[in-house]
């Protein structure tokens, strides 16, 4: 195949090199105008083809790009509506997951916490919002304590049984309103 390449290109090297001066500059024009339509097509398709993962990778790919306009979650105002309910829910995946409630309500100190619910309820993890209610009733009690909050582990318990798929339901969610997180 790579013959018939170099043939090809020999050829119409040969043949460019017997045009006029004039008729070169319109083909390299040409050639030119195809190279640039052919790399704003694959910009645009590997646009489009994050849409199209699965909704691991989806959630992933979201998830890091909101870290990084957030600074890891610290600064929602950065945020639209809808990467915050994708933020809030991810971020809290993540924190009680590795530490329970007492985690997530220490590291992002309460700066989703007026959102939390609703936004479970807006990605459709129905469980997690009655999670969540009970968890920020105990916190709200508890919020001059310091440290650990015992009565919190009774809802990371129940977070980690809940058959609601977070990092799923986010991707769904993302998908659902594409046109704010491009």
Do not use: R
């Not at 119409?12 to 105008?33: D, F, G, N």
């Not at 691991?56 to 790009?65: G, H, N």
């Not at 980690?160 to 986010?170: A, F």
């Amino acid at each position: 195949m790579l013959v018939g390449v170099t043939t090809i290109s020999y050829f119409c090297i040969t043949e460019i090199k017997l045009l006029p001066t004039m008729e070169k500059v319109s083909i390299i024009k040409i050639i030119v105008a195809l190279i640039i339509l052919v790399l704003c097509s694959c910009s645009v398709l590997s646009k489009k083809s994050i849409w199209e993962k699965d909704e691991l990778s989806l959630f992933e790919y979201i998830f890091e790009k909101l870290n990084k306009k957030s600074d890891y979650g610290s600064d929602p105002s950065n945020l639209n509506d809808k990467e915050k309910v994708f933020m809030s829910m991810a971020l809290l995946e993540q924190e009680v997951n590795n530490g329970g409630f007492d985690q997530y309500f220490l590291n992002l100190e309460g700066k989703y916490n007026d959102i939390l619910v609703s936004s479970a309820e807006a990605i459709k993890a129905y469980d997690i919002a009655e999670i969540c209610k009970k968890a920020l009733a105990v916190y709200a009690e508890h919020a001059d304590q310091e440290g650990i909050i015992e009565e919190l582990s009774e809802y990371d318990d129940a977070f980690y049984k809940s058959k609601d798929p977070i990092s799923e339901l986010c991707a769904k969610y993302a998908k659902e309103n594409k046109k704010y997180f491009e």
